[in-house]
C-alpha cells in the first residue's frame, strides 16, 4: 500500500514538473505554426490554439496553382473583412488584397504559387477567437480557419469558426500534404550564356551567375537575358513515402530532369512549349533534383510538377513566362483557373443571385456563381454543383 502510494506520488511529481516545463516552454519561445495553402480554396490548417501574449511564427506556404494570402482579423470581423477586400477595385493588387480597416491584425502579401512567407506576430492578450481568411478575389467565402487565444477548441464537427468542409471532414489530412517545404531545399542555380541547339554539357561549360533560391522554385528569371542562356539548378527533394513517382516537365527551348544523377525526363531540342512526363521510383528520404534548361530565341517557357505517393500535384517550377514578357502569369481577375478545361458551367437562374447568373462548378468541388449584373461573384460554395 505505501508502495503504491509513493508511485502514486512519484507519477504525480513527474506530471507536475512536465506541467510546468511545457508551460515553460510554451511561454519562452514563440508558437510555430506551418499553414498551407491547398487547392479547391482550402488551408490545410483550419485551427489552432496560441496563449494570450505569445509570440507567433506563422509559416505560410502556398502549395497551390492559384494566388493566396492569410489575413488574420478582430473578433467576429472575418466576413466584414473579407467583403471589404472585394470592394478594393483597382487597389486590390497593390494593397496585397488586405483592405484599409481597424478590424485587419495582421496579413501575409499575396503569395504566388510555390512561394512562402513568414508571419511574426504577438497573439493578443484578451481571450478570444481571433480568425484567418484569404481575401484574395473572393475566396473568403471558403478559405478560413481561427486562432483559438486562451480557449479551448470545441470538437471540430461543432467549430463554426472553421469552413463547413472542415466540419465535415473534408480537410486535406497531414499526410496528404505535399513533402518538401517551399519544394527543393538547398536550391541552387547557375545561369550560363550561349546560342545552342541541344542542351550543352553545361559541366563543361562556366557559369554568368551562380546564387541560391531560397523559393526552391525553378524559375527562367534566374537569368537576365531572355535569349540564348542556359539554367541548371539543383535542390533536395524530401520523400516520405517510399514508391513510383511521375513527373511533368514541359519547355521551350530544350530542357532534362535528373534524379539522384539519372535522366527521368528528356525534352531536348528547339522547340515550342513542349511537355514531357517520365516515373522513377523514389526512396523515402532526400532525392538530389536537377533541372537543365537552355533557351534560344522566341518564346521561353518552364515548368515542372510531380505526383506520387501522398502528393496529388506538386510544383517544382514557376510555370511562367518572365517577369518582363507582356503576360501576367498569374491569376489577377480570375479567382479560379480550371484544370484542364473541366470547368462545368450553368447558365440559368440561380438562387441568391439576380437571373443573370452564371453558375461555374470546378474539378476540385469549388464553385461560384458570377452575377453579370453586377459584375461580382455573387456566391462561392465547396462541394456538390447544382
Ligand atoms: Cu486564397
Given at each position: ?46 485551427r ?10 506563422l ?18 470581423k ?20 488586405v ?45 478560413y480557419?481561427?486562432?483559438?487565444v ?63 533560391a531560397?523559393?526552391?522554385i ?60 517520365g ?67 450553368y447558365?440559368?437562374f440561380?438562387e ?11 474539378p ?6 458570377f452575377?453579370?449584373?453586377?459584375m ?10 447544382i
Amino acid at each position: 500500500n505505501i508502495l503504491k502510494k509513493h508511485r502514486l506520488l512519484n507519477s504525480l511529481e513527474t506530471l507536475l514538473a512536465s506541467f510546468f516545463l511545457s508551460t515553460f516552454i510554451v511561454w519562452g519561445q514563440p508558437l510555430e505554426i506551418e499553414v498551407r495553402a491547398k487547392a479547391g480554396l482550402q488551408f490545410n490548417k483550419v485551427r489552432f490554439e496560441a496563449k494570450p501574449g505569445q509570440k507567433v511564427v506563422l509559416d505560410v506556404y502556398n502549395d497551390d496553382q492559384m494566388a493566396h494570402n492569410l489575413v488574420f482579423t478582430k473578433e467576429g470581423k472575418r466576413q466584414a473583412v473579407a467583403n471589404l477586400a472585394l470592394t478594393l477595385g483597382e487597389e486590390a493588387e497593390a494593397k496585397n488584397w488586405v483592405p484599409d480597416t481597424d478590424d485587419v491584425l495582421w496579413a501575409t502579401p499575396v503569395l504566388k504559387p510555390g512561394e512562402n512567407h513568414k508571419l511574426k506576430f504577438t497573439a493578443p492578450n484578451k481571450s478570444g477567437v481571433y480568425p484567418y481568411v484569404c481575401t484574395f478575389i473572393g475566396h473568403g467565402f471558403v478559405m478560413y480557419g481561427a486562432m483559438y487565444v486562451g480557449k479551448d477548441m470545441p470538437e471540430i464537427a461543432k467549430d463554426l469558426n472553421v469552413p463547413e468542409l472542415a466540419r465535415t471532414g473534408g480537410v486535406p489530412k497531414e499526410e496528404e500534404a505535399i513533402v518538401a517545404k517551399g519544394a527543393l531545399k538547398n536550391f541552387r542555380y547557375r545561369v550560363y550564356e550561349g546560342g545552342w541547339d541541344k542542351l550543352p554539357d553545361f559541366e563543361k561549360l562556366k557559369p554568368v551567375k551562380t546564387g541560391e533560391a531560397k523559393s526552391g522554385i525553378a524559375d527562367t528569371n534566374f537569368s537576365k537575358k531572355r535569349d540564348n542562356f542556359g539554367i541548371v539548378m539543383e535542390g533536395e527533394l524530401e520523400i516520405k513515402k517510399k514508391g513510383k513517382y511521375t513527373f511533368n516537365l514541359g519547355s521551350d527551348d530544350g530542357s532534362r530532369l535528373l534524379i539522384n544523377g539519372v535522366p527521368v525526363v528528356v525534352n531536348d531540342g528547339i522547340h515550342g512549349v513542349v511537355r514531357k512526363s517520365g516515373s522513377t521510383n523514389l526512396n523515402a528520404g532526400v532525392n538530389l533534383v536537377r533541372i537543365e534548361y537552355f533557351e534560344k530565341g522566341g518564346g521561353e517557357h518552364l515548368s515542372l510538377d510531380m505526383s506520387g505517393p501522398g502528393i496529388k500535384k506538386l510544383q517544382l517550377a514557376r510555370n511562367t513566362a518572365p517577369k518582363n514578357s507582356q503576360k501576367n502569369p498569374y491569376p489577377t481577375g480570375n479567382p479560379i483557373i480550371p484544370e484542364n478545361n473541366e470547368a462545368v458551367m450553368y447558365r440559368n437562374f440561380i438562387e441568391g443571385a439576380s437571373p443573370r447568373g452564371i453558375g461555374v462548378g470546378y474539378p476540385e468541388k469549388v464553385n461560384l456563381c458570377f452575377d453579370a449584373n453586377t459584375m461580382q461573384i455573387a456566391i462561392l460554395w465547396h462541394g456538390t454543383f447544382i
